[in-house]
């Protein structure tokens, strides 16, 4: 099993510039999660989807929108890219419910806004 | 609300331990989790506990759950330089779907 895949690994945009950060995971979880992580905060949720079809907002939602195209994909769009928004951003997928919500997270993508 | 709190660094010579503390606020957690994030990754789950557990040992790791002061620890005996890493406890969000608060994350410096 692959885990959870993220696509691109890196990306520099211009203020103003849109685009689109791919994750899948491959171990049939329901849940999928979008986070950002900033130094000195941690991380910080974005959107989640608990199940194919649904999504709900995080902590930090503005300036993002998701879709979940299947059990598989789960996909972060910058609509009008600002420097604000240059951080690292994770996905992670997690369990079916009934035990420990242990989340698995992919390699992250690194994105810079000029 | 949720709101977890961890302190920022920690230096350690190689072979002695390490402990790594984070508080909560949600008493309601069910399961309290250590997370490790290595240089250039994402994040990797180390171990997690109940909460009705006061401790958990799985190898080197050691985690004490204290719930009356809200109060998490990870010790890692024996630490090696391969122990170099940020580290995050997080805990579950009541009625959160799956969700998880995480604290802002305790760089570990493993000194040869």
């Known amino acids: 099993n692959a885990g959870v895949t993220q696509t691109p690994k890196f990306q520099v945009l211009k203020t103003g510039q849109s685009m689109t950060l791919q994750c899948a995971q491959d171990?049939?979880?329901?849940?999928m999660y979008w986070y950002r992580q900033d130094p000195g905060m941690g991380l910080r949720l974005i959107y989640y989807?608990?199940?194919?079809?649904?999504?709900d907002k995080g902590e930090v939602p503005n300036g993002y929108n998701v879709s979940r195209l299947n059990k598989r994909e789960f996909s972060l769009r910058l609509e009008s890219a600002a420097p604000s928004q240059t951080s690292v951003y994770f996905c992670?997928?997690?369990?079916?419910?009934?035990?420990?919500?242990?989340?698995?997270f992919g390699p992250g993508t690194r994105l810079t806004v000029l | 609300g949720e709101d977890v709190e961890q302190s920022l660094f920690l230096s350690v010579r190689e072979g002695d331990s390490s402990v790594i503390n984070c508080t909560y606020t949600?008493?309601?957690?069910?399961?309290l989790y250590w997370y490790k994030q290595e240089p250039g990754a994402g994040l990797q789950l180390l171990t997690y506990?109940?909460?009705?557990?006061d401790m958990k040992q799985d190898q080197r790791l050691t985690v004490l759950l204290n719930k009356k002061d809200k109060h998490l620890s990870l010790r890692i005996a024996d630490t090696q330089t391969g122990d170099s890493a940020i580290y995050f406890c997080?805990?579950?969000?009541?009625?959160?779907?799956?969700?998880?608060?995480f604290g802002k994350g305790n760089q570990v410096v493993v000194i040869p």
């Open positions: 989807s608990a199940s194919e079809g649904t999504t």
């Open positions: 992670a997928s997690s369990t079916p419910g009934g035990g420990a919500d242990t989340q698995y």
């Open positions: 171990m049939n979880h329901n849940s």
């Open positions: 949600d008493s309601s957690s069910t399961y």
């Open positions: 506990i109940f909460s009705n557990m």
């Open positions: 997080a805990e579950s969000i009541r009625y959160g779907n799956n969700r998880l608060a």
